[in-house]
């Protein structure tokens, strides 16, 4: 089974550029995660969406930005790059079953998408 | 915050036991226990969850202290693969919070 996928792999922009992150979930996973990695640290989480609708967001400025669509597929939107967003984006996707709330479920991620803004 | 604390790094041998230590002094009742690892240059990858119990799986087990305020990730004959850095993460269960709270995890060498 194809685990969760990502694209692009690498991705090289400038400052003030926009740039679009795609994740597509496990087959039949609901939820998707967004989490931004800097090097050295833990990843940290940006949004979840789960059946279409935003569910929980971290603390991260307007400039980001995300939507899932009706195939549970997901876009991460960064406009205005700072050399600050330079980091690996991880998208996780979970099944978020019925009758087990988000929190215990097990989140599956992706390879990432490494950012670099110059 | 991360809401756990971890030692910076680990060592072990191969094919010895290794038990990664972590605590939770301010978990509440309603917050599973979970484990993940990320290898060099890969997503994290999900290790073991628990609430109370102690857990095992394939890849390892997860021992609870019954304050449940302490766990420990019990990987049982380390190999060069389980080289990387361990998460242990409180994950609440309830509505929106589906969320992972990383902390820096702990990273652990491997030596042949």
């Known amino acids: 089974d194809a685990g969760v996928t990502q694209s692009p792999t690498h991705l090289i922009k400038t400052r003030g550029q926009h740039v679009t992150l795609r994740c597509s979930p496990i087959?039949?996973?609901?939820?998707v995660s967004w989490y931004q990695q800097v090097l050295g640290q833990g990843p940290q989480f940006i949004f979840q969406y789960y059946e279409k609708e935003e569910r929980g967001r971290g603390n991260f400025p307007d400039r980001f930005s995300a939507r899932q669509f009706p195939n549970y597929s997901s876009e991460l939107n960064v406009n205005a790059l700072l050399l600050g967003d330079s980091a690996l984006y991880l998208c996780?996707?979970?099944?978020?079953?019925?009758?087990?709330?988000?929190?215990?479920?097990?989140?599956?991620f992706g390879p990432g998408t490494r950012l670099t803004v110059l | 915050d991360a809401k756990t604390t971890q030692p910076n790094s680990m060592e072990s041998n191969e094919e010895e036991p290794v038990h990664l230590p972590c605590n939770h002094s301010t978990i509440s009742g309603t917050d599973y226990i979970h484990w993940y690892r990320q290898l060099p240059s890969q997503g994290p990858e999900y290790v073991i969850h628990?609430?109370?119990s102690n857990v095992n799986n394939r890849m390892a087990s997860l021992a609870i202290a019954e304050d449940r305020k302490s766990s420990t990730l019990i990987l049982h004959r380390a190999t060069l693969r389980d080289a990387a850095v361990y998460y242990c993460?409180?994950?609440?269960?309830?509505?929106?919070?589906?969320?992972?709270?990383f902390g820096k995890g702990t990273k652990l060498s491997v030596k042949p």
């Open positions: 087959s039949g996973h609901k939820s």
């Open positions: 993460i409180l994950a609440p269960f309830g509505g929106s919070q589906g969320n992972l709270i």
């Open positions: 628990g609430l109370t």
């Open positions: 996780a996707s979970s099944l978020a079953r019925t009758g087990v709330l988000l929190g215990a479920d097990e989140q599956f």
